[in-house]
């Protein structure tokens, strides 16, 4: 059974700061990897799809990578602003049908 | 604008009493979710559906029911048999379960029990 981590579950750092989220996951025979953001109250937003075959994605200031040798993926946000709190979760898909396991995920605090 | 509309965002029922959660999509996307969110448990599936008049059970489904009767809605029965109903409900969906898709959601609706 796939299970996915992300520790630590708290993080803050001042405003500027680049900074990198950890999930980890059991099973590497996974059919892609993908981030999200979610706002206090919110549903999830879609941050990056990372599909197997790939190593990284980017987009804008974030960058998220996959090693699924060694069941890891990152989110790198460079240069932090106070708009990126938030939690940040990271889901695996491991079958088919597109059944998604979810950490529970790094609430993220950037200080001004 | 393309997407997944929830609602209501806020539902309070009184115990014994069934809920309907609405989730439609206008993102033309054949596969539908429901999850549910708890504090300090993370996302869990209750149901799915892959296509048109078919759906599956996910991790929690005791205490839930689902429709699929048009490729755009996926409506979420809470019953009077889920024993701890109050949480936050997420509809999401996907292009196909063929393709290793990204996967929307929708805003959510909580759901207290009173």
């Known amino acids: 059974k796939q299970e996915v981590t992300q520790i630590p579950a708290a993080l803050s750092v001042p405003e500027g700061e680049n900074l990198v989220l950890n999930c980890s996951f059991t099973?590497?025979?996974?059919?892609?990897l993908q981030w999200f953001r979610q706002d206090p109250g919110k549903g999830l937003t879609s941050l990056l799809l990372i599909q197997s075959s790939q190593r990284e994605q980017t987009s804008g200031r974030l960058n998220a990578s996959l090693d699924k040798s060694s069941g890891r993926s990152t989110l790198y946000i460079a240069a932090s602003q106070p708009g990126d709190s938030a939690t940040y979760l990271c889901a695996v898909n491991s079958g088919a049908n597109s059944k998604l396991t979810f950490g529970k995920g790094i609430t993220l605090s950037v200080r001004p | 604008d393309g997407g997944i509309t929830q609602s209501p965002k806020y539902l309070f029922r009184k115990e014994g009493q069934n809920v309907t959660l609405s989730c439609e999509q206008n993102?033309?996307?054949?596969?539908m979710y429901w999850y549910r969110q708890d504090p300090g448990q993370g996302l869990r599936l209750i149901y799915y559906s892959q296509i048109v008049n078919d759906f599956q059970k996910g991790d929690i489904a005791e205490g839930y029911s689902v429709s699929r009767e048009k490729k755009e809605s996926f409506p979420l029965t809470v019953t009077s048999a889920q024993k701890n109903p109050t949480a936050f409900y997420l509809c999401?969906?996907?292009?196909?379960?063929?393709?290793?898709?990204?996967?929307?959601f929708g805003e959510g609706s909580r759901l207290t029990v009173l």
């Open positions: 099973d590497s025979a996974i059919y892609n």
């Open positions: 993102l033309n996307h054949d596969a």
């Open positions: 999401a969906s996907s292009m196909g379960w063929r393709v290793t898709g990204e996967l929307f």
